[in-house]
């Protein structure tokens, strides 16, 4: 159902590739956003020069990651049939996630 | 949500090796796992917005007592990573129940992360209500 007769047609009435993909840009704008929040917060640390290079460091690394995730994920929603996340995928960008919210709170419980 | 430890070691193992849920079962409609890749995008996004809640409190509540707002901002930001990994988890487990034909795992997480943002929620509007800052 939904298909062209020769199985081979990318037409879907529920758009399900586009949302996914949507869905993808909506997280990675939601990602960027607390990667600015984070930067900011960072820089304003009173916390060793050093420490808060690495955690800035850290915090573009992550926010790197989850862009191109992301994008690969999005280039695979062109396709008519898109192929299943990969658990790597998905683990990538939750450890970014991840990396945020810690490189913060080290920096801000040692010290603010 | 249940932690007996059959599905730790359960977890773990589907952790570790990830290509064995592409072994099992059938391969579901493609559709079905855009929309629980989406379900995950959602719950990701909810992590990320519980991380942002926590550089808020952080940034916005100057007056609050310091050690208080430390322990506000690190309960939302581990709230958040908490939520990016259980987002992975049942997305997993989801995925693989689709391949089983089995029923979708159900969990008290959303109910338990409900009650934990209302309890932070209401305290801060407490505190800041009654005032009690340095």
Redesign the interface.
Known sequence: MGTAPDGSGAR?P?L??E??RL??R??TL??T??VA??VR?LTQSVAPGVVTAGAVALTGVAWLVFGLVAHGRMRAMAAG??P?????G??L??LC??V???S??VV??GG? | MSVDLRSVRETVRL?WS?AR??EEGR?PD??F???N??T???W??T???L??G??AV??FLPRLH?GLR?VF??AL??A??L???R??NH??RC?RAMRRGEDLPVSRFPSVLAVVVGVLAAAMVALVAIGWTR
Do not use: H, K, M, N
Request: glycine share 12%; hydrophobic share 50%.
């Open positions: 879907d529920g399900q590739p949302r996914t869905a993808w909506r997280t939601s990602c956003v607390v929040l984070a917060r049939r898109p299943v996340l990969g658990t790597r998905a683990g960008v939750a996630t991840v945020l919210a810690v913060v709170a801000l419980v603010g | 952790w990830p849920i592409g391969t493609y559709r796992s855009l929309a890749e989406r995950l995008l959602a990701l996004r992590g990320l917005a991380v942002g926590g550089f952080d940034q310091p430390t901002t690190v930001l581990v958040g990573a939520c990016a990994v987002a992975v997305w997993v995925e």
